[in-house]
């Protein structure tokens, strides 16, 4: 599991269920307050499943117009932690939505099976191997999923002066266009596609009396320019 740094050594962090500064996980749920996915009964999805073509098998991936972004997309308003008091501080202030994402694929004309096109994604992306199973997952958010938001916490203290505290969560978005070819001669057929999905997502903390440096996500300083004022 990756994890991400996010708050400067000026806190003392002791944040629950996190490490120090934030924390990542892979996408395997939702947040109590994160939109359900859509659902729609067994026997419609059979028969949307029957109607629609597939690709054929066995073909090859090309990837293009990809992006990795750190993502934004809750936020806290600035909580003030006093330096004089020994006493570590609850971080109480909640964590609001900023953005909705849902994680699909899509493709002109007949497609691969969604599964097979994350998994191949995920291999690209480093995340999972060739050889894997790709029941077993592919590293990133499946589609209809929408984007967990990190719902903060924890306590800060003991670094001997006032603080101002932002909590904030994000996800690393990933977005692609992808081409899929398979067969031969004059059998052979091209289909093109887009993905939205995540690779993890987490949460961490910015301190507004120290500016981040450059090795800082961009979510992290999304969070510092819109919490800190100048």
């Not at 690209?124 to 191997?129: A, F, R, Y």
């Not at 999923?145 to 603080?163: C, K, N």
């Not at 987490?202 to 120290?210: D, R, T």
Request: proline share 7%.
């Amino acid at each position: 599991m990756k994890r991400t740094r996010a708050i400067t050594a000026a806190a003392v962090m002791t944040v629950a269920g996190l490490l120090v500064g934030g924390c990542t996980s892979t996408p395997d749920g939702r947040a109590a307050d994160d939109p359900a996915p859509a659902r729609s009964s067994a026997a419609t999805a059979d028969k949307a499943v029957a109607r629609e073509p597939r690709a054929c098998r066995g073909g090859t991936y090309t990837w293009f117009n990809t992006r990795n972004d750190s993502v934004l997309n809750g936020l806290a308003a600035p909580q003030h932690v006093p330096g004089r008091t020994k006493k570590m501080i609850k971080l109480t202030e909640p964590v609001r939505r900023l953005r909705t994402d849902q994680a699909s694929v899509t493709s002109q004309g007949p497609g691969p099976d969604e599964k097979q096109v994350l998994f191949a994604l995920g291999v690209h992306l480093g995340l999972v191997e060739k050889g894997d199973d790709p029941e077993m997952g592919s590293g990133l958010a499946e589609p209809g999923e929408y984007a967990p938001v990190d719902p903060g916490g924890g306590e800060a203290g003991g670094s001997g002066r006032t603080l101002r505290l932002v909590y904030y969560s994000f996800i690393s978005l990933v977005q692609t266009d992808y081409r899929y070819t398979c067969g031969s001669g004059e059998g052979r057929k091209t289909t093109t596609g887009h993905v939205v999905t995540w690779r993890n997502s987490g949460g961490g903390l910015v301190s507004c009396e120290e500016p981040l440096g450059k090795e800082a996500s961009a979510a992290g300083h999304e969070a510092f320019r819109l919490s800190c004022p100048a």
